[in-house]
C-alpha cells in the first residue's frame, strides 16, 4: 500500500488548519511530458453554477492521495481496489449523515445518563450495475442489516440512450430514504435514468442520496436539473473523470 512518510512543516505553527475545505479541478501549471496531458489543465469549476444540492467531502491529505492513487495509470490492481474500498467507506460515513436521526437518552454501565442520538428506521441502499456494486460492501460495513436493491442499466447499441434492463428493490422502498450507489458520473445518463425508475416506484427525489467518488461538471449539472431535490455526495468534481474505475475495480481492463 503506497501510503507515503511526507514532511510535517505545518507543525506548531499556531496556524489553524480550516474545518472544511472543497477542491474542485485546479488550473495550476503541472510539469507534464510532451505526449501525456494533464488533468489539472482544465478550467476550475464553479460550485456556485452546480448548486448546493451538490456535497463534497472536506478535503483533507487522506483523501487527496486516495484521489490520486485511484487516478494513477501505473497503480497496481490491489492498490487500487484498496483505496477505492477507503475513498468508498469515506463517502458512505458522510452519506449516512445526511440520513434524519432523533435524540435519546442511554445508560452506560456505571449508572449515569447519556444525551445522545439514533438514526431513524428507513434506510436503504441501492446500487447501479455493475460498478455501484463496489460501493455495497462499504455500506454493509457501516449498516450490517440494511437492504440493497439493484438496477442494472446499459446504453442501448442502436440509439445510445440508457435502458433498464433490471430492477430489483425492497417492496416498500417508497417509503425508505434510498442511499443511491454510483461511483463515477460522467454524463449523468445513467443516474437519471435510475432515479426515473426509482421515482415509478414510489421514490420521492428529496429522498435520494447518490453516492459516487468522481463527478464532472456535466453529470452533477444534468442531474440536479432533471431532479432538483435530489442530494449528490462526491468526493471531487473535475472534468476529466476516472472512467477506468469498473473496469480496474473489477479486474476486467
Request: aromatic share 6%.
Amino acid at each position: 500500500m503506497p501510503c507515503h512518510n511526507q514532511q510535517m512543516n505545518n507543525i506548531n505553527t499556531g496556524q489553524e488548519h480550516p474545518m472544511k475545505q472543497v477542491r474542485f479541478a485546479s488550473s495550476s501549471p503541472a510539469v507534464l511530458s510532451n505526449s501525456e496531458p494533464s488533468d489539472s489543465s482544465n478550467p476550475p469549476v464553479n460550485q456556485d453554477s452546480i448548486g448546493p444540492q451538490l456535497k463534497l467531502l472536506p478535503l483533507n491529505d487522506q483523501i487527496r492521495e486516495l484521489q490520486t492513487i485511484i487516478r494513477d495509470k501505473t497503480t497496481s490492481r490491489g492498490d487500487f481496489v484498496f483505496c477505492a474500498d477507503r475513498l468508498i467507506r469515506l463517502v458512505v460515513e458522510e452519506g449516512l449523515n445526511q440520513l434524519p436521526f432523533s435524540e435519546c437518552t442511554v445508560t452506560t454501565p456505571t449508572g449515569y445518563k447519556y444525551d445522545g442520538v439514533k438514526f431513524e428506521r428507513g434506510n436503504c441502499g441501492v446500487s447501479i450495475m455493475r460498478s455501484g456494486e463496489a460501493m455495497e460492501q462499504g455500506l454493509r460495513d457501516c449498516c450490517r442489516s440494511i437492504r440493497i436493491g439493484k438496477i442494472l442499466i446499459q446504453s442501448d447499441e442502436e440509439t445510445q440512450k440508457a435502458k433498464v434492463y433490471y430492477a430489483k428493490f425492497p417492496p416498500d422502498v417508497y417509503r425508505r430514504k434510498v442511499l443511491l450507489m454510483y461511483p463515477i458520473l460522467s454524463t449523468g445518463n445513467t443516474v437519471i435514468e435510475a432515479v426515473r425508475v426509482l421515482i415509478e416506484h414510489g421514490v420521492q427525489p428529496k429522498h435520494i442520496i447518490l453516492l459516487s467518488l468522481f463527478s464532472t461538471p456535466h453529470g452533477a449539472k444534468s442531474i440536479i436539473q432533471e431532479f432538483p431535490d435530489i442530494t449528490i455526495l462526491t468526493t471531487e468534481v473535475h472534468p476529466v473523470a476516472p472512467t477506468h474505475f469498473g473496469q480496474r475495480y473489477f479486474g476486467t481492463d
